[in-house]
């Protein structure tokens, strides 16, 4: 055995439980110190009432979902006009090249002596001679061609007859003869009542009939000379 040994005693087994059981209850008496102490505290001090916390609900709302970009519209198509093709110029044709043919120049005719021309001579122009002159008519196919026509005009002024209305409406109704001269060419040289109907309205509308009318020109028969006419002239409304 060493010094070490020799030097520490040994503790015989009883001696260590009643050392444990020492320090249980020392503790146990520290610990009901302690608890007491505690309760006593407790005790002296006033008692608050901690007021009930307030409950505040929180809902967890979902954001709104963002509003989707609104999408642009598509790019117009860029037209790209044609292009306007270029005139092909044409090939300008080269001129085929001939062959020169001389001919021989023909021989000059000769000139042959014209005679000097000579004045000419007036000769007077010849007129044919006059158509003989038609014979004349009879005096009977005179006075039927003098007749036929009379009776011409006589329809060409009833024919074209213009009535009055101021003898209409005073229902006037007359013959008056009228006399008048007329021109080969049909023109009225004068006109005048050569026997009245009695009443002034019906002559003065037949003789302004007579003086309004264009008359034919006379027949072949008839004489070239300024000839006198009688005619009655019938008004009726």
């Given amino acids: 055995m060493n010094a070490a040994t020799l030097a520490s005693p040994v503790q015989p087994p009883k001696f260590r439980k009643d050392h444990f059981g020492r320090a249980l209850v020392i503790g146990a008496v520290i610990e009901a110190l302690m608890i007491g102490g505690l309760i006593y505290s407790n005790l002296s001090q006033p008692v608050t009432v901690k007021p009930k916390p307030k409950i505040m609900a929180i809902h967890m709302i979902k954001p709104a979902p963002p509003k989707p970009k609104p999408v642009p519209p598509p790019p117009k198509p860029v037209v790209h006009p044609k292009p306007i093709p270029k005139p092909v110029p044409r090939p300008i044709p080269r001129p085929v090249p001939h062959p020169v043919v001389h001919h021989p120049l023909p021989p000059k005719p000769l000139l042959a002596k014209t005679p000097a021309p000579q004045a000419p001579v007036y000769t007077p122009p010849v007129t044919p001679p006059a158509p003989p002159p038609s014979p004349a ?49 049909g023109r009225v040289l004068w006109a005048k009542i050569f026997r009245s109907s009695g009443i002034g309205a019906v002559d003065r509308t037949a003789e302004k009939a007579v003086r309004s009318i264009i008359y034919p020109a006379f027949s072949r028969k008839m004489p070239k000379t300024v000839t006198l006419f009688v005619v009655d002239v019938h008004i009726r409304t």
Avoid: K, W
Wanted: glycine share 2%.
């Fill in 137 to 185: 008519p009879s005096p009977a196919a005179r006075q039927t061609a003098v007749n036929l026509y009379a009776s011409e005009i006589r329809s060409l002024i009833q024919a074209n007859l213009r009535i009055p209305e101021e003898l209409r409406l005073m229902r006037l109704s007359g013959v008056t003869v009228v006399s008048f001269d007329l021109t080969p060419q």
